[in-house]
């Protein structure tokens, strides 16, 4: 088990708009309307995929020979996330694998009040 918490460094974002634009997860078709890949140091990379609502949804997950962190979100929260890395800073990428599913995105501490930028 395994506990990651790594800063992400830069990240790309894709969109697909094919009505079958996807891959295939735990033996599921899984149509993905859009892909972030956020880099970190030491190799470290979470990669967002954001799938339909009539897509399976697959619990996220390490993967530890490739330093991958994979987390699914539906595709109207997926936004979310795009929003999180181009708004606030630091932003990290933490993953407890002890804990099925238990990843996520978060931003360090503000102070109550601070104005959206």
């Given at each position: 088990m395994a506990k990651i918490d790594f800063e992400v460094k830069s990240y790309t974002y894709s969109v697909?708009?094919?009505?079958?634009?996807?891959?295939?997860?735990?033996?599921?078709?899984?149509?993905?309307?859009?892909?972030?890949?956020?880099?970190?140091?030491?190799?470290?990379?979470?990669?967002?995929?954001?799938v339909?609502?009539?897509?399976?949804?697959?619990?996220?997950?390490?993967?530890?020979?490739?330093?991958?962190?994979?987390?699914?979100?539906?595709?109207r929260q997926f936004d979310w996330f795009r929003d999180m890395l181009r708004h606030e800073q630091p932003v990290r990428c933490v993953a407890d694998t002890g804990h099925s599913g238990w990843f996520s995105l978060t931003t360090g501490a503000e102070p109550v009040g601070e104005e959206e930028s």
């Amino acid at each position: 088990m395994a506990k990651i918490d790594f800063e992400v460094k830069s990240y790309t974002y894709s969109v697909y708009t094919q009505a079958d634009s996807g891959l295939v997860w735990d033996n599921h078709h899984i149509k993905v309307r859009g892909l972030l890949i956020c880099e970190g140091e030491d190799g470290m990379r979470a990669v967002i995929y954001g799938v339909t609502e009539q897509s399976y949804l697959p619990i996220n997950r390490y993967q530890e020979q490739t330093k991958r962190v994979f987390l699914f979100a539906r595709e109207r929260q997926f936004d979310w996330f795009r929003d999180m890395l181009r708004h606030e800073q630091p932003v990290r990428c933490v993953a407890d694998t002890g804990h099925s599913g238990w990843f996520s995105l978060t931003t360090g501490a503000e102070p109550v009040g601070e104005e959206e930028s």
